[in-house]
């Protein structure tokens, strides 16, 4: 069964600290996504990785495709980036489906 | 930026009615709309796929006769709860892939269903 994992499942953070959330999938996919969901409940896009780095202001997103994991790090947290981030994958073999898989997120808290 | 609205954004009824939800591509054509439910505490599940022009293909357990599916355009789709029951409240999150797209998805704001 083709399965996402992410860890922390939690994570409390003090301002300032660096903060990095896991995601390992189970087989090769075409494309990863990083979510975020704010407690009022939408989601937002962070990056989509198929290979390599991306990085957005404090947001730096990687992938290792060898090691069918990624990894979402925000540096100088804020209490503004508490939310849950969730990681979604294209499997390759969809084929020309393109649904998600998605983690069961990562409830991240940051305290001032 | 790419933008994906739903509407509306809560909506109360009572068990029995029928409600519907609609999710809209505002600045790009959506060949493919997804419809996902998400129960409290627990990760997004996609409900269905919805592919302009066709019919819908609904994920294993959910019943198409309940959750009616229409994408009649290429930035809308609609998502009809029939006969709502209390067991159907949740939060109802539609995402769109642009045309000519490989992986891009884009998420709307989500609906919140509560059935009396």
């Known amino acids: 069964k083709n399965e996402v994992e992410q860890s922390p499942q939690n994570l409390t953070a003090q301002e300032g600290e660096f903060i990095t959330i896991n995601c390992s999938y189970s087989?090769?996919?075409?494309?990863l996504h990083w979510l975020q969901q704010h407690p009022g409940g939408g989601i937002v896009s962070l990056f989509m990785?198929?290979?390599g780095k991306k990085k957005h202001g404090r947001l730096i997103a990687t992938i290792n495709i060898q090691e069918k994991h990624s990894s979402l790090h925000i540096t100088a947290s804020h209490p503004r980036d508490s939310a849950v981030y969730i990681c979604?994958?294209?499997?390759?073999?969809?084929?020309?489906?393109?649904?998600?898989?998605f983690g069961k997120g990562t409830l991240l808290t940051v305290n001032p | 930026g790419a933008v994906v609205s739903q509407h509306p954004s809560r909506v109360i009824c009572k068990s029995g009615t029928s409600v519907k939800i609609e999710c809209r591509s505002l600045d790009f054509q959506a060949t493919t709309m997804f419809w996902y439910r998400q129960f409290p505490k627990q990760s997004l599940m996609l409900m269905a796929t919805?592919?302009?022009?066709?019919?819908?293909?609904?994920e294993q357990g959910v019943e198409k006769d309940k959750f009616l599916i229409n994408h009649a355009s290429l930035t809308l789709s609609t998502l009809t709860v029939t006969s709502a029951h209390p067991e159907d409240s949740s939060f109802y999150i539609c995402s769109a892939k642009p045309r000519g797209a490989h992986n891009e998805q884009f998420f709307g704001p989500g609906t919140r269903l509560t059935v009396l």
């Open positions: 979604a994958v294209r499997w390759r073999s969809g084929g020309s489906n393109y649904k998600l898989t």
């Open positions: 990785l198929s290979s």
């Open positions: 087989v090769g996919i075409s494309a």
């Open positions: 919805s592919n302009e022009g066709s019919k819908a293909t609904y």
